[in-house]
T-cell receptor, first 115, second 113 residues
Framework: DGGITQSPKYLFRKEGQNVTLSCEQN?????MYWYRQDPGQGLRLIYY???????QKGDIAEGYSVSREKKESFPLTVTSAQKNPTAFYLC??????????????FGPGTRLLVL | DQQDKQNSPSLSVQEGRISILNCDYT??????FLWYKKYPAEGPTFLIS?????DKNEDGRFTVFLNKSAKHLSLHIVPSQPGDSAVYFC????????????FGTGTRLQVFP
């Protein structure tokens, strides 16, 4: 089955710790995205990548980092610089980045909690 | 902050009746609009979309209306079913030659028997 997988489903972070959220897709999509959802708010874009080895900051990139070494993988690292990391993190992909109107397909999400 | 504004954070509708979810936007450069449905602890799933050259798009029980002059988007679900109970997000794209989406704040729809 084609789709997007995110792991883990739940992740706990200690103060001062970096954690990495995994996102893998086998849809052969060029573009991938990371969003953050907080209660009562919409999805806010953290980072996006339209092609392998290239990525761009979204609206709330501070305290996060990404890499795009493979087409199917787009891991997100939440660094210790992110002061309020508790949120639901969603990864998405779309067939071709750079074309308005492309539908994005989402993974099941990872809930990050700070201990 | 360019987030679309979804007028009602929650909506409760009886099964079989019409559900109308509304979304206002401010950026007139948006040219493609989408609705997503989200269940708790899951990722959003695409529901229906509309291009700015149209004012209506219909898919089964779901119809999206676009009023460009009013910068207003709405989703009609008729007849509503209990399985429609979820959070609905409007989203828009098209301002900068990418497919980046700007999402609304979401409306929680509850359909009761």
């Amino acid at each position: 089955d084609g789709g997007i997988t995110q792991s883990p489903k739940y992740l706990f972070r200690k103060e001062g710790q970096n954690v990495t959220l995994s996102c893998e897709q086998n849809l052969n999509h060029d573009a991938m995205y990371w969003y953050r959802q907080d209660p009562g708010q919409g999805l806010r874009l953290i980072y996006y990548s339209q092609i392998v080895n290239d990525f761009q900051k979204g609206d709330i990139a501070e305290g996060y980092s990404v890499s795009r070494e493979k087409k199917e993988s787009f891991p997100l690292t939440v660094t210790s610089a992110q002061k309020n990391p508790t949120a639901f993190y969603l990864c998405a992909s779309s067939p071709a980045g750079g074309r308005p109107g492309e539908t994005q397909y989402f993974g099941p999400g990872t809930r990050l909690l700070v201990l | 902050d360019q987030q679309d504004k979804q007028n009602s954070p929650s909506l409760s509708v009886q099964e079989g009746r019409i559900s109308i979810l509304n979304c206002d936007y401010t950026n007139s450069m948006f040219d493609y609009f989408l609705w997503y449905k989200k269940y708790p602890a899951e990722g959003p799933t695409f529901l229906i979309s509309i291009s700015s050259i149209k004012d209506k798009n219909e898919d089964g029980r779901f119809t999206v209306f676009l009023n460009k002059s009013a910068k207003h988007l709405s989703l009609h679900i008729v007849p509503s079913q209990p399985g429609d109970s979820a959070v609905y997000f409007c989203a828009a794209s098209g301002t900068d030659n990418t497919d980046k989406l700007i999402f609304g704040t979401g409306t929680r729809l509850q359909v009761f028997p």
